[in-house]
């Protein structure tokens, strides 16, 4: 579904990503796995067409339709929830007589309430659902989540991961990147461990680790590099 | 126009438009009160037809800086919060991603424009000069020329350089524009280098007294020069496809 070889990417003389390899298959979840500056959403921008690669080659199955869901969400305040689904939903030209009733559905789906309640008093959390609520418009076959559970409480977590798993089982691939190791163990079924643009290591939830957690593996590797 | 409409209803909820537009209505008020008088060479200026065009040329500063202040920080601000991002994921292209949100610039000065006309209603109401109430159309589409101008050029300019750059540039120009024959008399009185300095800028910078000019006269009862009109539009049309030209690298 998603190749990515040996890309690299640098801003001035820094290099944020270093000949980074792998690939993602239809079906499952992907974990870009890192500390904060691990070129996690840069490598994501790259493969979105956001920011420029350098070297390296980026192969995505013909025809796919990707949705996105940023780390940090903006919303035009004055909107509702509701009114901004419908804004990027125009976007990607959905019929108006289907986008109504498909931002209903996505609304309940992330677990937002359909009222007039404006996204200025959106908590974090909720804007985390709208921004994957507003990923989910037109159906796409691959979702790529930039730190999905970023600034939600842990109820909230706990209910993005179940999101996440329900749309695992419905057959879409998802590449996300996050920080906090549970929630990748929990939903995810492969991943790369990333330090300063480079590959540490691959973890995948199939192969076993002596009993070591995630999280071990993670500080075991980032530690000793 | 799904993004310039979005664009739109932004500026007008937000309501910069009005507070900066309001105050010029109030400036334009002040001058036009019974007790203000406005003088040209130690003449006092009484009459309707002659106050109009003055009239129009305080409009046109007031909505010219308007226009600068307006545009300057739609399309970086778009950047900025990264909705630019959720944009071009849907296969946006930049240039009707820039050039939708330059129109929705341009539509929200010619908002704030016609905010500041009802302040030219009021002062021909105030004069009982009923009669000349069908000229202030004409003059403010014709003013609208001038006022797109500035708009796009500083739309334009926000994409190409930082904000503090643009708004520099769009300023210089602006007042350049503004005071463009007053330049040119100037131009006529140096020569050397600084003389063909001043020709080049004078023939690069858009004429925007002209334009404005232009609508003083439907008052004065001179005619109106389609040339100047019709080079308007053409500036506009230029401006238009930089919006094709230059592009940001990254979102």
Redesign the interface.
């Known amino acids: 579904m998603l190749k990515c070889q040996n890309l690299k990417k640098s801003y001035k003389e820094k290099c944020v990503v270093n000949n980074l390899c792998f690939q993602v298959n239809k079906g499952e979840v992907f974990a870009l796995l890192g500390a904060n500056g691990a070129g996690k959403t840069t490598t994501i ?1 790259m493969i ?5 690669k350098d070297e390296g080659e980026i192969t995505l199955e013909e025809g796919m339709k ?1 949705g ?1 869901s ?1 780390d ?1 969400p ?3 305040p ?1 909107l509702t929830g509701r009114e901004a689904l419908n ?2 939903g ?3 030209k959905i019929p108006k007589k289907e986008l109504s009733p498909i931002i209903t559905e996505l609304l309940e789906t992330v677990g937002l309430d359909d009222d007039k309640t404006k996204i200025k008093n959106y908590s974090k959390g909720m804007l985390q659902r709208l921004a994957f609520a ?1 990923a989910l418009l037109g159906e796409p076959d691959f979702l790529i989540l930039d730190e999905p559970t970023a600034g939600l409480d842990a109820l909230g977590r706990i209910e993005m991961m179940e999101l996440i798993g329900r749309l695992k089982r419905s057959g879409k691939t998802i590449l996300l990147n996050s920080h906090i190791l549970n929630d990748i163990e929990r939903v995810c079924d492969r991943g790369i461990i990333m330090k300063k643009g480079k590959t540490l290591g691959t973890w995948s939830k199939e192969q076993d680790y002596g009993g070591k957690s995630l999280e071990e593996i993670f500080v075991e590797l980032v530690g000793a590099n | 126009m ?2 310039a409409a ?1 664009a739109i209803k ?1 500026k007008i ?2 309501k910069e438009l009005y507070i900066v537009a309001m105050i010029g209505v109030l400036v334009l008020i002040l001058f036009s009160a019974d007790g203000s008088t406005i003088s040209i060479a130690g003449k006092p200026i009484t009459d309707y037809d002659n106050l109009a065009p003055i009239f129009l040329i305080m409009v046109n500063a007031i909505c010219g800086a308007l226009a600068i202040f307006l545009s300057l920080k739609t399309i970086p601000n778009e950047y900025e ?3 630019s ?6 296969g ?1 292209s930049q240039t009707r991603y820039h050039s939708e949100l330059a129109i929705a610039n341009g539509i929200s000065c010619m908002l704030a424009e016609g905010i500041m006309f009802i302040g030219m209603i009021l002062f021909t109401l105030m004069k009982h000069r009923q009669d000349q109430l069908w000229k202030l159309i004409p003059a403010y589409f014709i003013m609208a020329l001038g006022i797109w101008i500035v708009s796009l050029l500083t739309s334009l300019l926000s994409i190409i350089f930082p904000g503090m750059v643009a708004g520099l540039i769009a300023a210089i120009v602006y007042l350049a524009g503004i005071f463009h024959s007053v330049l040119e008399l100037f131009g006529n009185m140096v020569s050397g280098l600084v003389g063909k300095l001043l020709d080049i800028v004078l023939w690069i910078v858009p004429n925007l007294h002209e334009i404005q000019a232009q609508a003083g006269n439907i008052f004065t009862g001179s005619s109106i020069s389609i040339h100047v009109i019709v080079k308007g539009l053409f500036i506009i049309w230029l401006l238009g496809l930089g919006f094709m030209i230059f592009k940001k ?3």
């Open positions: 921008k979105l067409g956001l920011v420029k990707i996105y940023p940090t903006f919303f035009p004055f804004y990027y125009k976007l990607q507003q | 799904i993004i979005h932004e909820r937000r919060r990264k909705t991002h959720l944009v071009w994921i849907r946006i690298k990254e979102a």
